[in-house]
């Protein structure tokens, strides 16, 4: 029911940025727990960071300080500021949402750091 289309990845080199935006379809942002996982090769998906329906919001400690997570209701979106980009940051970045008790994921972008 809740559909989330994942934007913004791509090459860029340490120290760079990137945004990344999930653009959400079939409910209102507002009304969802949002957040952004990331996978590298041969590791586990881990959580990067959240965002609640009170604006709270929860960081990975490799990324507090670095990324920002946000909500744009008007644009029906959740974002992902990336700044400082570590090669280490290199994965493919999912878009989650909950919603009415239901988990939806984003198909993932590619976000890769160079050195």
């Known amino acids: 029911q809740v559909q989330l289309v994942e934007s913004g990845g791509g090459l860029v080199q340490a120290g760079g940025s990137l945004r990344l935006t999930c653009g959400a379809s079939?409910?209102?942002?507002?009304?969802?727990?949002l957040g952004w996982y990331r996978q590298a090769p041969g590791n586990q998906r881990e959580l990067v960071a959240t965002l609640n329906r009170t604006g709270s919001t929860n960081y990975a400690d490799s990324v507090k300080g670095r990324f920002t997570i946000s909500r744009d209701n008007a644009k029906n979106t959740v974002d992902l500021q990336m700044n400082s980009l570590k090669p280490e940051d290199t994965a493919v970045y999912y878009c989650?949402?909950?919603?009415?008790?239901?988990?939806?994921w984003g198909q993932g972008t590619q976000v890769t750091v160079s050195s």
């Open positions: 079939g409910a209102a942002v507002r009304f969802m727990t």
């Open positions: 989650n949402a909950n919603y009415i008790g239901r988990n939806f």
